[in-house]
């Protein structure tokens, strides 16, 4: 079963800005509905941001306006630039279709911190 890896995490002031990465092999990203999902400590791990199958763009009431997910099907590459962060979206972040159909990865943590 496919394991993307997320990667481009870290540690990040209040307000300001990541770019996270996800790869997966294949034809994953073309041929599935990609979201980004996380989980905060003690939390429930929940979708922020994906396509739809027609590749519309969806995201959470909590992120809107401020993440962009954005892929590259010839790299089997999905992105989620996130600006204006705040220290509630401290987390680990984790890519997956929507139908939740690969195995789940590392995830990358994101710490937003002063």
């Known amino acids: 079963q496919v394991q993307p890896v997320e990667s481009g995490g870290g540690l990040v002031q209040p307000g300001g800005s990541l770019r996270l990465s996800c790869a997966a092999s294949?034809?994953?990203?073309?041929?599935?509905?990609m979201g980004w999902y996380r989980q905060a400590p003690g939390k429930q791990r929940e979708l922020v941001a994906w396509?739809?199958?027609?590749?519309?763009?969806n995201y959470a009431d909590s992120v809107k306006g401020r993440f962009t997910i954005s892929k590259d099907n010839a790299k089997n590459m999905v992105y989620l630039q996130m600006n204006s962060l705040k220290p509630e979206d401290t987390a680990v972040y984790y890519c997956?279709?929507?139908?939740?159909?690969?195995?789940w990865g590392q995830g990358t943590q994101v710490t937003v911190s002063s």
């Open positions: 294949g034809s994953i990203v073309r041929a599935n509905a």
């Open positions: 997956n279709t929507v139908a939740l159909s690969l195995r």
């Open positions: 396509f739809t199958s027609g590749g519309t763009t």
